[in-house]
């Protein structure tokens, strides 16, 4: 019993682990700023002041540091 409650863990830690693992393997690049644009990602604040303010919707600002 003991054996299959470690085999369990190992496995839902590894399937838990291996795709957080996933998404930071992504490459820096114009292809992701496509990929975000067509998700509904902005760039510009006042784009999304603008948006927020004519859907009534809150925005939500990320700021990052871009080498």
């Known amino acids: 019993m ?3 409650s470690l085999l369990f863990g190992t496995l839902l830690c590894t ?3 291996g795709s957080a693992a996933q998404g930071q393997g992504k490459a820096k ?3 992701n700023n496509i990929v ?3 998700n509904g990602w902005l760039f ?3 784009d999304a002041k ?3 303010a004519a859907t009534g919707k ?3 600002v ?5 080498p």
């Open 50 to 52: 603008r948006q927020g």
């Open 58 to 60: 809150p925005i939500m």
């Open 15 to 17: 399937l838990i682990l």
């Open 29 to 31: 690049g114009k292809g």
């Open 36 to 38: 975000a644009m067509q």
């Open 44 to 46: 510009s604040f006042s």
């Open 62 to 66: 990320v700021i990052r540091c871009e």
């Open 2 to 4: 003991y054996s299959r």
